[in-house]
């Protein structure tokens, strides 16, 4: 089998990079679209009534944008009460004046002609999509009394709560950890639970910051900035790119990034941790590494040197198929360009079964090359929490829980962290009815029918329970098999609790009033927390009463935050002395040889874990981001849809050819767990083992009226493989084959 993919590596990737630029100038050209549709936009606006109230008739409202987690700061032109523009925020370091596609398209969200108008309760079978409009005391009294039976029956551990990371997280926590329920979903366990984990466990926290302002040379292994966009992150990399910044990406398939990359390499998948152990190889034999650094602030040096001795890059070679003198010299420049350099912790790298490792093993060559708080190094992720302490409201202490976690954490999976979960394993514990039956599922903002893999298994599991409540702005597939549907006001329409970035406060409020019956979230579990009995731990008159309360410390209005959007406290000028860095690990340094995995009985050090390959016929089926679409909420957006309406499935000219494919022909593709009919994009820019298909596409919800049945879902084909260390979901091990329809 190694020979046979030895010989798809043998098919050269001539591609020249003129020539895929050119095959992907649709979606550049889509970029460039979102930017220029202002009369679309107006149009949108234009077509609702002249009751929508606005906060003003003209003029600019200072807000925080919401098509993705990374919160850029938006300014949101009003003309004739009506909303028709989105631009960046000059003054936000996530935004620094622009904002990206989705942002710009932020206006198809709020007017989207599918938008849920008023609270749904079902009334036809599970999924038949019947359901009639009730008032907000209906649907709220009806959720109250469904859920407190579901308590007294079962108990409060026997209801899920889960949701996605947003401003709002800790008012859902809120009503999950009043109510007494252990069962915490995010989307985090589907998304980069590995990387999380394993910076966790070398330096104690969650991810590194990166000096991109003054480094000289950056390696990713499955970060595509270029594509999944973290708007302040991506315009870091093009300013570095334009600098001369060496960047060199591992990928198997030819990304936007990979195209503007000094160098791509494109890496079988699953395969990278041999890479970067081989560079850990060549910088350590050559003593290339930072010994006053290693000996200082790292414990377990020793250890690795014994685990790395047979890791040469020509071993490497044969498992990644990148060639041994590439990868020597990439670990000689590396070190060269050390510390102004660093190796991504990345976040699509979390998507194989021996992703942890990989992600430890990037850890650990960041540090033995001593970049930490160096300039054009690592550095402390600027954090959200910190900056100035604002003020809370009082509430009585939570109930004790102590039901165990459904999703196995902590006591199967003792490495993950409790805020990640694993929310695939939420889902199997349905199915399976252990430790313990669940009775009902409260799902805010989020869509588990799209976002974990095995659609068909999700689907199952909503069958069994006795009941499943969705907030959204959308019908989403979940929300077309729930009990009840809650509409919720869209970012432009609602407050939500204050934002703290480099330690400056930032607001979210309302260009707009809600359009039809929607609300915001901090109404909504207020209303509901009340009707659960449980009002003392929601003591807010309303959405600016709550903001109030946490601006009390500051010397601020919420009226005078209103008008800028943010507060910036003084600074302080003092001169702090250089402190040595602290690292939040048990020896209080960075654990090269990690002291929790030792006393849990594994290999303390990163060592090689051959993740399993594809058989005859099969293989590696790939999913990654593009520019314009959020993975699963952006498809029924009618702006983002008219640049990027569905997804094709990649496979290269080789590949096709052996199976008799053309471009655009119908194929069907299939996994152990699922098939389905799409079409072929034949293309250079994929090795020739693997296939590729952006996800978030094959909606099964009726009320998505422009995304419904467009494309296919990958959570169709994929199967749920899952990490025991990290809990990450390991998306691309799953298998496919591909055949004319
Ligand atoms: Fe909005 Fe784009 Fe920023 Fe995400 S990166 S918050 S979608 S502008």
Redesign the pocket.
């Known amino acids: 089998m190694a020979n046979k993919e030895q010989e798809n590596a043998g098919m050269e990737f001539t591609m020249s990079r003129r020539k895929f630029l050119g095959l992907s100038a649709a979606g550049l050209g889509g970029v460039v679209a979102a930017g220029a549709g202002f009369e679309k936009l107006q149009a949108y606006a234009a077509s609702y009534g002249s009751d929508v109230k606005t906060t003003i008739q003209n003029g600019e409202v200072h807000s ?9 700061g ?1 300014i949101a032109k009003v003309r004739e009460g009506k909303i028709v523009k989105l631009e ?1 925020n000059p003054h936000h370091p ?2 620094r004046g ?7 398209a ?1 206006l198809g969200q709020t007017y989207d002609p599918d938008r849920l108008k008023w609270p749904l309760i079902r009334t036809g079978k599970r999924g038949e999509g019947k359901f009639k409009k009730v008032t907000w005391g209906e649907a709220l009294d009806y959720t109250a009394q469904r859920m407190l039976d579901i308590k007294k029956r079962y108990g409060a551990h026997s209801i899920i709560f889960s949701t996605t990371h947003n401003l709002i997280q800790q008012q859902f926590e809120n009503l999950l950890w009043a109510f007494g329920s252990p069962n915490y979903g995010t989307q985090r366990g589907l998304c980069f639970n590995s990387m999380i984990t394993a910076n966790k466990l070398t330096y104690g926290f969650d991810e590194p910051g990166r000096d991109y302002k003054n480094t000289s040379y950056i390696i990713y292994a499955g970060r595509n900035l270029f594509e999944a ?3 302040s992150e ?1 315009q870091d990399l093009v300013e570095a790119l334009s600098k001369g910044v060496k960047v060199v990406v591992l990928d198997p398939r030819f990304s936007k990034t990979a195209a503007r990359a000094t160098e791509w390499l494109p890496v079988r998948p699953g395969t990278d941790l041999a890479f970067f152990l081989a560079m850990i190889h060549e910088i350590v034999r050559n003593d290339l590494y930072d010994k006053e650094f290693v000996s200082k602030y790292t414990v377990g040096f020793e250890e690795l040197e014994q685990e790395i001795r047979d890791y040469t890059p020509e071993w490497a070679e044969r498992q990644c198929e990148i060639p041994a003198e590439t990868i020597r010299r990439i670990a000689r420049e590396f070190a060269i360009a050390s510390p102004r350099a660093f190796a991504h912790p990345n976040w699509r790298t979390s998507n194989f079964i021996n992703s942890f490792q990989t992600e430890r093993a990037i850890a650990v060559l960041n540090a033995i090359i001593g970049n930490w708080e160096k300039t054009g190094g690592q550095c402390p992720l600027e954090g959200e929490e910190g900056g100035v302490e604002l003020g809370t409201i009082p509430q009585p202490p939570y109930p004790r829980i102590r039901a165990l976690r459904l999703d196995g954490v902590p006591w199967k999976y003792p490495t993950v962290p409790l805020k990640l979960g694993i929310f695939q394993n939420l889902r199997d514990a349905i199915l399976s009815g252990k430790p313990y039956q669940a009775h009902g599922w409260f799902i805010y903002r989020q869509n588990p029918l799209s976002s974990i893999s095995d659609r068909r298994k999700t689907l199952q599991a909503l069958a069994k329970l006795d009941f499943i409540a969705v907030t959204d702005i959308l019908m989403n597939d979940t929300a077309y098999y729930a009990d009840v549907v809650f509409p919720e006001a869209t970012y432009l329409e609602r407050y939500d609790p204050l934002a703290q970035v480099e330690g400056s406060v930032y607001l979210r409020q309302p260009v707009i009033e809600p359009l039809f019956e929607s609300k915001p979230g901090l109404w909504i579990f207020k209303e509901l927390g009340i009707r659960l009995g449980l009002k003392d731990y929601f003591n807010y008159a309303d959405e600016e009463d709550y903001i109030r309360a946490q601006l009390k410390p500051l010397p601020i209005t919420l009226e005078e935050l209103k008008e800028t959007g943010h507060y910036r406290p003084p600074q302080e000028e003092e001169e702090k002395a250089e402190q040595p860095p602290v690292f939040q690990t048990a020896s209080g340094k960075i654990e090269i040889s990690s002291s929790v995995l030792e006393k849990l009985g594994h290999n303390p050090v990163p060592h090689w874990e051959e993740a399993p390959r594809p058989e005859e016929n099969q293989f590696y089926l790939l999913t990654g981001k593009v520019a314009v679409h ?1 993975q699963f909420s952006t498809q029924n957006n009618q702006l983002l849809h008219d640049l990027f309406p569905t997804n094709p499935v990649w496979i290269h000219p080789l590949a096709a050819e052996k199976y008799g494919i053309e471009d655009g022909d119908e194929v069907f593709v299939e996994s152990r767990v699922g098939r389905v009919k799409t079409h072929a994009m034949v293309t250079e820019g994929i090795r020739p083992d693997c296939l590729f298909m952006v996800p978030g596409f094959g909606h099964i919800s009726k009320g998505l009226r422009t995304a419904f049945n467009q494309g296919v879902s990958d959570s169709d084909l994929h199967e749920t493989i899952t990490d025991p260390i990290s809990g990450s979901q390991a998306l691309s091990q799953t298998f496919a084959k591909i055949y004319k329809a």
């Open positions: 925080l944008c919401e098509m993705c987690v990374w919160r850029c938006l960046g996530h935004s622009k904002l990206c596609p989705r942002g710009q932020g966009i973290s708007n991506t959020t």
